[in-house]
């Protein structure tokens, strides 16, 4: 007996109709689809997805109910009238094909996971750029809005979007193109499986586990300098580390460089039971990740290899940990180009060097101490704010009596 999918997607498009001929066999209808998508009625897509409707349209056979809806939001929240003005204005001249989709949930699901607009808003501003990139759109070339309706037991998003430019080459041909409307079945299927783990634990637990190993393991940065192993690989970063360029983790210039970085992440690891302990917990909870998803996988029959998650969260662990490392080299050779003409004497330099090693990492770690306390400041203030909002919606709806 096959189960109902938690998350179902699905997503068309509307090619411009400029250029095509009154003979090609799908030209009435899309011109019919482009004055409603695109605005050119006064019943159009932004409307029905503001205010709902008792038709059939073409998206989905609704069951007739009164059509319920938050209100219309994009990447930065609610859209007042007139933002609402101004993508009608967008999507009424624009020469894009228009995408337009539905993001469905099973009805239990839904209620659970995406009931109400700042769960699905936070779905949508996470969980859909994702979505683009993997279908080589460039997010930050795309206008979208989005709705959450309740008009049948299921809970469902509907989403629009287009391109505001063409950035894509055509082979022997002059000029750019907007992106190619046709999506992958494969794009699809992972998004759904995306969603669904985002909205069942929206990486609270990853987040966190990352974040306590990647503490611990600044605070034990200073402490393995004791051990003359590590105290002579870490000089070897420092003489080795390109002095131009981009040189974080990640960049071209530090290809030649990763393996030694890694070799000290793991040294200082290994080095102290709290740190390995935690990295082992971490690992843990992305393979666990990784069974859940090659479950939705079975279900949905779809190859595991293309979404499963661990070696990426590994490499981004190793990347973040060998940052910590390269900012700490960073300020040490700085502080080491200020005394270098204080002394000749070499006994004298070496014990500089092992005491300013320490003490420099020490100010690079409290730095950046600084700067992760500020962000997560900033995010309290910000999840505080929805609650706010939240709560008067609950007031708004007679849930909640004052």
Request: hydrophobic share 35%; net charge positive; proline share 2%.
């Amino acid at each position: 007996m096959e189960t109902t999918p938690n998350v179902n997607f699905f997503i068309h498009s509307v090619p411009n109709v400029n250029g095509m001929g009154i003979n090609d066999k799908n030209y009435l209808e899309y011109v019919k689809l482009r004055k409603f998508y695109g605005c050119e009625q006064s019943y159009n897509i932004v409307q029905y997805v503001k205010d709902g409707s008792e038709k059939k349209i073409d998206i989905v056979d609704y069951s007739g109910k009164k059509e319920k809806s938050r209100g219309i939001f994009d990447k930065n929240g609610l859209c007042n009238d007139k933002k609402l003005i101004d993508i009608r204005q967008l999507f009424r001249t624009t020469k894009s094909p228009i995408w337009y989709g539905l993001i469905s949930f099973e009805e239990l699901f839904g209620k659970k996971y995406c009931g109400n607009y700042e769960q699905a808003y936070e779905l949508m501003k996470s969980a859909f750029p994702k979505f683009l990139k993997s279908t080589y759109f460039n997010p930050d070339n795309v206008v979208w809005f989005a709705g959450l309706h309740e008009n049948t037991d299921n809970m469902h998003i509907h989403f629009c979007f287009c391109e505001k430019k063409p950035t894509k080459f055509k082979q022997n041909q002059k000029g750019l193109f907007f992106s190619n409307p046709t999506v992958s079945s494969t794009a699809f299927e992972k998004a759904k499986i995306n969603i669904e783990m985002q909205l069942k634990e929206n990486n609270y637990f990853i987040g966190n586990a990352r974040k306590e190993l990647t503490t611990k393991f600044k605070e034990n940065l200073k402490h393995n300098l004791n051990k003359e192993k590590n105290y002579k690989l870490l000089q070897e970063l420092i003489k080795e580390l390109p002095t131009s360029g981009r040189t974080s983790y990640d960049s071209d210039v530090m290809v030649f460089l990763t393996h030694k970085i890694d070799y000290y992440v793991d040294q200082i690891i290994k080095n102290d039971p709290k740190t390995k302990a935690l990295f082992i917990t971490y690992l843990s909870i992305i393979n666990d990740k990784d069974t859940a998803i090659k479950e939705l996988c079975k279900k949905s029959k779809i190859d595991p290899n293309k979404v499963v998650v661990f070696k990426k969260y590994q490499k981004d662990l190793y990347r973040r940990l060998g940052n910590a490392v390269i900012n700490s080299i960073k300020h040490i050779r700085n502080e080491n180009a200020k005394i270098d003409f204080q002394t000749k004497n070499r006994l004298l330099r070496k014990r500089i060097d092992r005491k300013l090693l320490i003490n420099s990492i020490n100010e690079s770690l409290y730095l950046d101490e600084l700067v992760r306390n500020e962000a997560q400041n900033c995010f309290k203030d910000h999840m505080k704010k929805l609650e706010e909002l939240r709560i008067k919606v609950l007031i708004e709806q007679g849930v909640i009596e004052l």
